[in-house]
């Protein structure tokens, strides 16, 4: 694989998708995100490494997404002075990655405008480094509230409303800055972070062959995705394939995943317009299908059935007739319900023109995943990378122009009745055979995990040592891309929207913060 | 509307029966008098936070108000402010970062207060432990009366919490 233009020495990665790693000097790695940018490439993560341990610097590193497939490029930076060229000119979802990078690891881009910290609030103080190799850790550390400099907007008017950490409803924690005039929102400012765990550094204490499980507690609503993200990274760095079954099962999890979540969000949408009764009906075959994935997994989530090397339960006896007469059933009562919420002046009326981002935002900013599909931003691994058993289900890509929360909910369901289409495929057409390989002996090594959760692109990296104990992990959530977006989404809307409007994107929190 | 009334006729009414509750589950005896406990048991507000979850135990909590577990009817409801609220629901190993608002949610609360920790995380930080991020478990925070184990505890287990904290058992003295 190459960057298109650039002569960079990229060594293929072995594994499910297509995948390339490369290390890189500055001048390439400002030239090789600059080409990624003109050729429509995206970056899908940003993280960094401690190397000092082995005798090198620190390492800064860039997943770009480009017509072949994924890059990771990779800057060695220097112990003393650690920095890089910002990226955030290129692509301005960057800003965030870069200052999480620092908070974590010091490491910091060149003139990059914005220095206030992302990930850091209380627990640890100024100037220490959770992801630093000789970071204490055990030290006892007051953890004290900071005070976050947000923008100030002022003028005639303007007034500003305070929301969260916690929140009314039962949803994860930010914070939401908002400045207003009258109704009217003139700008948000999020701070996010409150839910950081320090899974980077967690995953530290566990094997690649146990890791698995962190992974599927990165963001609980995408257990499947980021456990599937952390099987292709764990299969790659050791060299390994998977049972042609297992691919299917994998497949199977990941779609009714995608099925479970939007049903909820549907119900969540209508509520949030005004409909309860959208809610009662949605949370009922919501509740319907994650019953059926608790018989037949063994969790209402499926967490931990996918594993290095396959998935831990299969698909027998009478389930292989059941899942798809189920498919069937909601398909039914959601094209129902999806005629009433058409007809339904009242929500529609809240959907359309709220939340707008438009095509050419998107582009700009590089709105992820389905929130992406709704503006115009036609990426879905499943169909343009497809691994097994993709290749095989032709899946269709849903795309949408219009960029509101009407935009959204459309995509929900085509994307809703396209997974069950898929459900049933997979039931008839799943090969016989083993669902799960042991794993060789352990190896250092280097593995890189790609996966179209339903929220967008999940990513894992994973670096172990010689007795295959983590060295560095890094999980990336697709909400890093779209949390800025919000803060788009939401200008000229009236303070009662922004509810809507921001489950019509639902980020995680806790994907994010890490 | 007649295709809504039409729906809703046809669904009918799918709640099922609540699950009794579990005294293994009490992490203290309790605090609050029974008499109290049996008016609270009719009229439960509970207010949620989420302390640094994943978002797996919200996904539950969520279920929880379907109408299959008709949570309403068994009058508990949730509320948006931790002033009208009889309990604290607490998901996540509580981050560092929500330590602070965990204390202020739980000090706005009018006394008698309850608190259930709710998930492997909630009891002592599940997988991720105690680190330079996390607290290792609702109770190294605030008192807890009520553990719900599961990782996430499935809606049914996280009634059955609610109810034995409610429950007037545990200790709690009888008022005459």
């Keep these: 694989m190459r960057v298109p233009g650039i002569g960079l020495d990229v060594r293929a990665l072995p594994g499910a998708m297509p995948v390339a790693h490369a290390r890189v000097d500055p001048a390439q790695w400002s030239e090789a995100t600059r080409l990624a940018r003109e050729d429509a490439g995206r970056l899908v993560a940003l ?24 890059v990771v490029i990779e800057l060695a930076l220097d112990a003393d002075s650690p920095s890089y060229p910002d990226l955030s000119g290129l692509f301005p979802a960057a800003d965030r990655m870069q200052r999480a990078a620092f908070d974590l690891l010091g490491i910091y881009a060149q003139g990059a405008a914005d220095k206030r910290p992302w990930l850091r609030h209380g627990a640890w103080r100024e100037g220490e480094f959770p992801l630093r190799r000789d970071f204490d850790a055990a030290a006892k550390r007051e ?11 002022e003028g005639d008017g303007v007034h500003e409303i305070p929301v969260g950490p916690i929140h009314a409803g039962i949803i994860e924690p930010g914070h939401f800055h ?95 317009a005004g409909l309860a009764f959208g809610l009662s009906q949605f949370m009922r075959l919501k509740e319907d299908w994650l019953r059926a994935s608790a018989e037949v997994f063994g969790h209402r989530f499926m967490m931990d ?135 060789p002996a352990s190896r250092g090594g280097f593995g890189v995990g790609w996966v179209e959760g339903w929220r967008g692109e999940v990513l894992v990296a994973l670096e172990a040592d010689a007795h295959g104990r983590i060295r560095r992990a890094h999980a990336h959530d697709p909400s890093w891309q779209n949390w800025p977006l919000i803060e788009h989404a939401v200008i000229g809307n009236i303070v009662p929207d922004f509810p809507l409007i921001n489950k019509s994107f639902n980020l995680s929190y806790s994907g994010h913060d890490g | 509307m007649i295709p809504i009334i039409l729906k ?139 553990v719900v184990p599961g990782c996430p505890p499935p809606p049914a287990a996280i009634l059955q919490g609610i109810l034995t904290a409610i429950a007037a058992r545990g200790g709690g003295d009888e008022v005459t």
């Design chain 1, 47 to 70: 993280w960094g490494a401690d190397d000092r341990d082995r005798g090198r610097g620190f390492a800064i590193l860039a997943a770009l997404a480009v017509r072949d497939g994924l």
């Design chain 2, 8 to 146: 809703i006729l046809r669904t009918g009414i799918v709640s099922e029966p609540a699950p009794a509750a579990r005294e293994e589950w009490r992490a203290r005896s309790a605090q609050i008098q029974a008499g109290v406990l049996k008016l609270l048991g009719r009229a439960l507000v509970i207010r949620h936070v989420d302390a640094g979850s994943c978002n797996g135990c919200e996904i539950e909590l969520n279920a929880l108000n379907n109408p299959y577990y008709n949570l309403e009817g068994l009058g508990i409801r949730f509320a948006a402010s931790p002033r009208h609220a009889d309990m604290l629901l607490v998901t996540g190993p509580v981050s560092k970062h929500m330590e602070q608002a965990l204390r202020i949610a739980y000090d706005a609360m009018p006394e008698p207060r309850l608190v259930v920790a709710l998930g492997d995380c909630g009891r002592d930080g599940g997988i991720w432990g105690e680190s330079y991020a996390t607290c290792a478990g609702v109770a190294k925070v605030i008192p807890v009366d009520v």
């Design chain 1, 178 to 272: 908002f400045s207003v005039v009258g109704e009217k929102v003139l700008r948000l400012e999020e701070r996010l972070a409150y839910t950081h765990k320090g899974a980077d550094r967690r995953f530290q204490d566990f094997t690649v062959a146990e890791g698995y499980r962190l992974a599927g507690r990165i963001s609980g609503d995408s257990t499947v995705a980021y456990a599937w993200a952390y099987a292709q990274a764990a299969e790659s760095l050791l060299g390994i394939g998977i049972p042609p079954r297992a691919a299917w099962l994998r497949a199977l999890m990941l779609e009714r995943e995608r099925v479970a979540n939007h049903l909820g969000d549907l119900g969540a949408l209508g509520n949030d």
């Design chain 1, 305 to 439: 059935c996918i594993v290095p090397g396959g998935v831990t339960a299969d698909v027998a006896g009478a389930h292989l007739a059941a899942l798809p007469r189920q498919a069937d059933s909601i398909e039914a009562e959601s094209r129902a319900l999806q005629d009433i919420f058409d007809e339904h002046s009242g929500i529609q009326d809240r959907f359309i023109t709220a939340g707008r981002v438009t095509p050419d935002l998107a582009r700009k900013l590089g709105l992820a995943g389905l929130a992406g599909r709704s503006s115009a931003q036609a990426f879905d691994l499943r169909a343009d990378f497809p691994c097994a058993p993709y290749g095989e289900l032709a899946v269709k890509k849903v795309v949408y122009s219009a960029g509101d929360v009407a935009a959204r909910v459309h995509a929900r369901f085509d994307e809703l009745h396209e997974s069950l289409r898929l459900v049933r495929e997979i039931l008839s057409r799943a090969v016989p055979g083993e669902i799960r390989d042991g794993l």
């Design chain 1, 143 to 153: 953890n004290a509230p900071d005070r976050y400099p947000f923008v100030r907007v």
